[in-house]
Structures are given as structure tokens and as C-alpha cells.
């Protein structure tokens, strides 16, 4: 079973505020993600990374950034949050080799209210 | 460009069985399963790379038809645990990125 852990489970914020998830992963993997997912709909990739210090955009266009300073670490920030950025957000990592098979964390409800 | 997944969503009875499908427009390198439970994050169910190979797991398999680029998933005998969302991820081309296309996900619900 895979070892990656999302922080907080759930967040209801105000607008403007600047927040923070949290994604760890204890297996070493190099390549880390981030999906949106609104209820009931499919996962879309919002930003991705190689390895340490290599980070890009998905194919869903997205205001939050992304760091990996840390292999074992890819947190994503919003700086002013909005009502927009009511979401499911999944943080997953993936096997190194041919198969890229990814894990996912339990995601981060976020409200912005 | 986003797979496409057919049918929406199925209901069956427990024994039963059913198939569900992932066409892309687009070559693909490999196509993921994930199963969703309600509040849950995707499960990994199985992945096929390119050159048409078939896998299973237990009572579910799937195909790879790499000249249509479809892919579709088999459930065998279905029970009452797999229930759920059923997404097939997609990388294209012929890179090892990891990047995943998502379907819109089949939603299937097995009755007692």
C-alpha cells in the first residue's frame, strides 16, 4: 500500500485568504501530482513533477503554484483563494519505471466562502 | 483530448456482468483503471501499454485495442464491492511523462 499523506482533510476559508496543501510521500517516488476534482466529475491534472526543483502546469489551467524542494514533499498554494477554488484537490506520486502507476492521497475539500 | 467513457452509468445485480469503455481520438502510450468509491481517492486497478495486450485481476480484465486506441474494462460475476466511479486515465504518444487524460468516469452501482 502506498505511503501518501494529504493535509488538511478538509478546509473552509474566507476569500483573499492565502492557504497552503500539503502532500507527502514516504516511497521515494519522483514524479508527483496535483488533480482538481469537482463532485461527481473527473480528475484534472493541475500541475506535475519530474523531481526536485522541476515543476510544470497540467492541462487544466490553474492559479495555484507549486514547489519540490524535497522529494518527498509537493505542497500547493493558493495566494488569494476564491470562491472559484471550491474543489477536491488529489495529490498523487507515481512508481518510477515504464508504468508511471500513480497513488493518490485522500485530497483536501476545500470551501471558499 | 479527454478519452471518452461509455456507457455514463450502469446498475446491475450482484453476478452480473459488465463492460465499460475508453475511446481516445488521440495515439496512445498507456491506458490506467481507477475505481472511485464515494469520498474516497482513485484506486489503481490495472494498466495496459501499448501493443494490445490484455491483463486481469481476479474477476476484472481489460483489453487494449491500440489501432482504435480503446481500451475497455471487464467485470466478471460483479459484487456488491465494486460499486463505484470507474475513470481510465490515458497517456499519449509515445513519452514517459506519467501525465494522465482522465474520462468523465462510469459510474456503476451493484444491487443486492
Known amino acids: 500500500e502506498a505511503d501518501i499523506y494529504q493535509t488538511p482533510r478538509y478546509l473552509v476559508i474566507g476569500t483573499g485568504k492565502k492557504i497552503t496543501l500539503e502532500c507527502s510521500q514516504t516511497m521515494g517516488h519522483d514524479k508527483m501530482y496535483w488533480y482538481q476534482q469537482d463532485p461527481g466529475m473527473e480528475l484534472h491534472l493541475i500541475h506535475y513533477?519530474?523531481?526536485?526543483?522541476?515543476?510544470e502546469k497540467g492541462d487544466l489551467s490553474s492559479e495555484s503554484t507549486v514547489s519540490r524542494i524535497r522529494t518527498e514533499h509537493f505542497p500547493l498554494t493558493l495566494e488569494s483563494a476564491r470562491p472559484s477554488h471550491t474543489s477536491q484537490y488529489l495529490c498523487a506520486s507515481s512508481l518510477p519505471g515504464v508504468k508511471n502507476i500513480q497513488y493518490f492521497g485522500a485530497g483536501t475539500r476545500l470551501s471558499v466562502l | 483530448q479527454q478519452p471518452v467513457q461509455s456507457p455514463q452509468a450502469v446498475i446491475l445485480r450482484e453476478g452480473e456482468d459488465a463492460v465499460i469503455n475508453c475511446s481516445s481520438s488521440?495515439?496512445?502510450?498507456?491506458v490506467h483503471w481507477y475505481r472511485q468509491k464515494h469520498g474516497e481517492a482513485p484506486v489503481f486497478l490495472m494498466i495496459?501499454?501499448?501493443?494490445?495486450e490484455q491483463k486481469g485481476h481476479e474477476k476484472i480484465s481489460a483489453s487494449f485495442n491500440e489501432k482504435k486506441q480503446q481500451s475497455s474494462l471487464y467485470l466478471t460475476a460483479s459484487q456488491l464491492s465494486y460499486s463505484g466511479t470507474y475513470f481510465c486515465?490515458?497517456?499519449?504518444?509515445?513519452?514517459?511523462?506519467?501525465?494522465?487524460?482522465f474520462g468523465q468516469g462510469t459510474t456503476l452501482q451493484v444491487k443486492p
Open positions: 486515465g490515458t497517456e499519449r504518444g509515445s513519452s514517459n511523462t506519467g501525465k494522465l487524460i
Open positions: 495496459l501499454l501499448k501493443g494490445g
Open positions: 513533477s519530474y523531481g526536485v526543483n522541476s515543476t
Open positions: 488521440k495515439a496512445l502510450y498507456s
